[in-house]
């Protein structure tokens, strides 16, 4: 099954070695910033979470222009300075001894950031044909899990906020792992190159942001993209774990084994889930998607309910709840940059794609500050409501984006020809 989901073309699957590479050193230091930042270098609550969220509003300011900078020079000319840049920032997080100079690094990550995604995207679209984009991009989401449980599990072992070494040493293998990636791409001197020359033209032709948001089923789709992101993943971080401490009252533990089982669930069952979808309508796999993501609230709120009176019922359904969140995962994972990349002209390719990655960082914005307000209320009755009614809302806006696509748009009907992007060295 995993051989049937590689890519065609070798330089693709090694751009997908260099994710799962990266990954890894994300796992690393992914749970353990705001810890680090208040538990090991001193700064205050409120100063780290300022710090964090800093470092979302930067990226989501930044995403914009790295979208157009790749049309305008190529996905490889952005890519390549972003990780170097994130390498260097990654690693100066060890160097960290004030608000100010946690401020400083952050800002230089964000930089690094803004681009990466939306460019490996366009990189990936770039080496694929239309017919196994939707598997390429699910076995890249796969990896990327599968690299960030590696590497939690690891930095699990070493981590201790009484030794700050500990913590300087995962910051720095963080950084190395930036250079694989880099490293690979500079291994393959004819990939991420612009993909059209009306790209290059300063965009004067393709009418860049504006055209991108012209397209009625595109923008259908980040309307759906916002409604979801914003009931679904951007609840993990602070609603997820507010609602299971605070209502369901289970230890910090128990949110741990959670979301452990939430990246087991997308690593075993990612490549049988490309297999299921593959052939169907992806309007209706994103629909399946926010139903699913509805379940796992449902969940999550009879956890709450019974959670004072029975423990260990608690900590099943906050358990249960993130791997159902997963398996909702594995199917939007592939569909969305499948759909992002089938509506997208080659001239705006980068545009679309930064849009696209552009969905989480506004709903990340939108989630947290949300969240805590509505679970305060009403012993988190309304916290619940709301995210399980978005995301069944979510479900009717992707049906109503299926009449505005044509079949090989919605992934019913096979491309007719093979219609890899052919980059242009100019």
């Known amino acids: 099954m995993l051989r049937r989901s590689l890519p065609r073309r070798p330089e693709a699957r090694r751009i997908l070695l260099g994710t799962l590479l990266s990954a890894i050193g994300r796992g690393l230091t992914l749970p353990f910033l705001f810890i680090y930042l208040t538990d090991v270098r001193g700064l205050s609550d409120p100063r780290a979470g300022l710090v964090i969220g800093w470092y979302g509003a930067v990226t989501l300011a930044l995403s914009p222009l790295g979208g157009t900078l790749i049309d305008r020079f190529g996905a490889r000319r952005v890519v390549l300075p972003c990780l170097l840049v994130e390498a260097v920032g990654t690693g100066s997080l060890a160097l960290v001894d004030s608000t100010a100079s946690a401020f400083v690094v952050v800002t230089l990550i964000a930089i690094g950031s803004s681009a990466i995604w939306s460019g ?13 984009r939707q598997r390429v991009y699910g076995l890249n989401f796969a990896l990327l899990n599968l690299g960030i449980g590696i590497g939690g599990l690891t930095s699990g072992a070493i981590v201790d906020t009484s030794r700050p070494v500990t913590f300087e040493l995962i910051y720095l293998l963080d950084a190395v792992t930036y250079l694989m990636p880099a490293l690979i791409l500079l291994s393959l001197p004819h990939v991420g190159h612009r993909l059209s020359t009306a790209g290059g033209a300063g965009g004067a032709g393709s009418g860049g942001y504006l055209t991108v948001l012209r397209d009625r089923p595109f923008r259908r789709l980040v309307i759906f993209g916002l409604v979801l992101t914003t009931c679904g993943y951007a609840q993990i971080e602070v609603g997820f774990t507010a609602y299971a401490v605070r209502v369901a009252e289970v230890t910090p533990r128990v949110v741990a084994w959670a979301l452990a089982a939430n990246t087991v669930t997308i690593v075993l069952s990612q490549l049988l889930m490309i297999r299921r979808i593959e052939g169907r309508s992806r309007t209706r796999a994103l629909a ?3 139903v699913v993501f509805a379940a796992a609230w449902l969940v999550l709120g009879a956890a709450g309910l019974i959670g004072p009176e029975n423990a260990l019922a608690a900590a099943l359904g906050v358990v249960t709840c993130a791997a159902i969140f997963g398996f909702g995962e594995t199917m939007l994972s592939p569909v969305m940059p499948a759909l992002t990349n089938a509506l997208a002209t080659d001239e705006l390719r980068g545009r679309y794609n930064a849009m696209s990655s ?25 916290w619940v409501a709301v995210v399980v009614g978005g995301c069944l809302v979510a479900s009717v806006i992707a049906l109503s984006l299926r009449p505005l696509l044509t079949a090989v748009q919605d992934g019913r009907s096979p491309a007719p020809t093979d219609r890899t992007p052919q980059p242009t060295t100019a």
Do not use: K, N
Request: glycine letters at 18%.
């Open 120 to 132: 490996q995207s366009t990189i990936l679209a770039s080496l694929t044909a239309d017919d196994e």
């Open 358 to 382: 552009m969905i989480f960082g506004i709903s990340g914005v939108i989630g947290p500050v949300t969240a805590g307000p509505l679970i305060g209320a009403a012993d988190g009755r309304i």
């Open 288 to 290: 399946l998607v926010g």
